[in-house]
């Protein structure tokens, strides 16, 4: 017994130190501002968040174990990105605050014509500058944390079944049924997405209410029970996706399946209004010079 527990015991402090290394070779905030810029230069000028995120992959050489790994919170709370996309999302509000990049409703981020030299982020006294925002930052970001670890650990799988169906409701799908039926392939429900009233697609769904990461294996069981039912397949997990997992879900000659996240899934329940309610203050502001043109 006591050789068993000995044994168990080394694998798991072999294993941690890996983990240990693999987060030791994440790359510095600093270095992803600059990397995020770059690849911003090299996508023309603005790009979507997974466009600079697989950029900056490659131009820092970021190996997919490290890629992989994923973000806990301060508090244990699970957030539905990895390491790397969470200190990439900081490095885009820094430079936000710093005024080299601009967000779009859309979610494009652009360069300004202040990103003109990238090496100048390297310059220490904007870490200065942005140390006091940076607890304002992380607040802002509590309630998606908050809102995942409801999904995960409060709502029964069935209850979040029917919100992916009334979220896919409300971004303009039609029809959309639950099944989730055992032996489906994991296939939990379809519906039909139609494109400005005109173009139409069948899309079937799959939902997957956990913490934790989903690979490349499940993206090919979910396209395997999809093949000759639908046009397009949409997954959808309050976790995160390996790097393996993205590859696989936009692989050449395989039908495209669309991947979203735990970030992404808050995003779009805040953005709807579905559950999450934004608190707006008014701002007014008199414009003397206005009134002299009358």
Request: aromatic letters at 8%.
């Amino acid at each position: 017994m006591k050789r068993w527990w000995r044994s168990r015991h080394l694998i798991a402090i072999c294993y941690f130190k890996v983990l240990k290394a693999c987060y030791d070779r994440l790359a510095h905030r600093h270095d992803l501002m600059v990397a995020t810029i770059h690849a911003l230069v090299a996508l023309g000028g603005s790009g979507s968040i997974e466009e600079i995120r697989e950029r900056v992959i490659e131009l820092l050489a970021v190996p997919d174990e490290v890629a992989n790994l994923p973000y806990t919170t301060k508090r244990g709370n699970v957030d539905g990105r990895t390491e790397l996309e969470y200190n990439l999302a900081w490095a885009r509000t820094y430079l936000g605050q710093m005024g080299y990049l601009e967000n779009s409703s859309r979610g494009v981020w652009s360069l300004t014509a202040n990103a003109a030299d990238p090496n100048a982020i390297m310059d220490l006294r904007f870490k200065k500058e942005l140390k006091g925002t940076i607890s304002d930052l992380q607040k802002q970001n509590d309630w998606k944390q908050d809102l995942l670890k409801l999904l995960c650990e409060t709502m029964h799988p069935s209850a979040f079944e029917r919100l992916v169906q009334r979220m896919l409701r409300e971004t303009g799908f039609v029809q959309v049924e639950v099944t989730g039926r055992t032996g489906d392939g994991g296939i939990d429900g379809k519906g039909i997405a139609k494109i400005n009233g005109i173009l139409s697609f069948h899309v079937v769904f799959q939902c997957k209410r956990y913490a934790g990461s989903v690979g490349s294996a499940e993206i090919r069981n979910f396209r395997g029970a999809m093949q000759g039912r639908a046009d397009k397949g949409l997954f959808i997990t309050t976790g995160y996706f390996t790097r393996e997992a993205i590859r696989e879900a936009v692989r050449d000659g395989a039908s495209a399946i669309d991947l979203v996240n735990g970030d992404k899934l808050a995003e779009k329940l805040k953005t709807l209004g579905l559950g999450v309610k934004v608190d707006y203050i008014e701002s007014i502001t008199l414009q003397p010079e206005w009134f002299k043109t009358i």
